[in-house]
């Protein structure tokens, strides 16, 4: 399995629900990713984490919030989202940096999340 | 972050080769020059890296100068399906929690004509 697995493919909701992004990755990759993604623009990095561990926020707001419950699966749980935060949520994983041959390795990104806020 | 410079957008005929050139002139020795692409609605793809040497697999060639300050990224014969925006980044591979960021830049959209 070479493949990040992001579910729901679509998602539309009002500023006043709960929702959670899933993403799932079974190629071993110790470190994950949290990137949005606006039209026409870059992506955009908002949490990384290492073993489990979140060890980068990107300074996102607190109706963002990210869960690694293991090392396979990554969150991100959704509340009280604003319209402009409708955006491609897309999920990355990775090997560590460089592994013990000294390999540096690339990301393996999923097809995203499409998020509209309502 | 050292930062990369590419050009906004390139054309290029199908089955010819297309080559995309990338400045940075601030690069690090630890930095290792990645290449990825974004093709339309889909999450981005890595395509090649290199650190000094001429890299190649089955996607592309990447060509790196000899003071690593720019790098080209090589298609050998475009195809409809090469069309996409690619992104070169620098990824600083020293150890630090930082390093874990792969960070993109604005890209060049590639238009490939049949």
């Known amino acids: 399995d070479t493949e990040v697995t992001q579910t729901p493919k679509h998602l539309v909701m009002g500023m006043t629900n709960k929702k959670s992004l899933k993403c799932e990755q079974h190629m071993g990759h110790r470190a994950m990713y949290w990137y949005k993604q606006k039209a026409k623009k870059p992506p955009e990095l908002m949490f990384v984490?290492?073993?489990?561990?979140?060890?980068i926020n990107e300074s996102v707001p607190s109706r963002f919030s990210p869960e690694c419950p293991n090392s396979s699966l990554l969150n991100l749980h959704l509340h009280a989202l604003q319209p402009e935060d409708s955006a491609l949520y897309l999920c990355a994983s990775s090997q560590v940096i460089r592994d013990r041959r000294n390999n540096v390795y690339g990301y393996t990104f999923g097809s995203g999340t499409r998020l509209t806020v309502v | 972050d050292a930062k990369t410079t590419q050009p906004n957008s390139m054309e290029s005929n199908e089955e010819e080769p297309v080559h995309l050139p990338c400045n940075h002139s601030?690069?690090?020795?630890?930095?290792?020059i990645h290449w990825y692409r974004q093709l339309p609605s889909q999450g981005p793809e890595y395509v090649i890296h290199?650190?000094?040497s001429n890299v190649n697999n089955r996607m592309a060639s990447l060509a790196i100068a000899e003071d690593r300050k720019s790098s080209t990224l090589i298609l050998h014969r475009a195809t409809l399906r090469d069309a996409a925006v690619y992104y070169c980044i620098l990824r600083d591979v020293s150890s630090g929690g930082s390093n874990y960021k792969l960070t993109f830049g604005k890209g060049t959209l590639l238009t490939v004509n049949p």
């Open positions: 984490y290492s073993y489990e561990k979140l060890s």
């Open positions: 290199g650190l000094t």
């Open positions: 601030t690069i690090s020795g630890t930095d290792y």
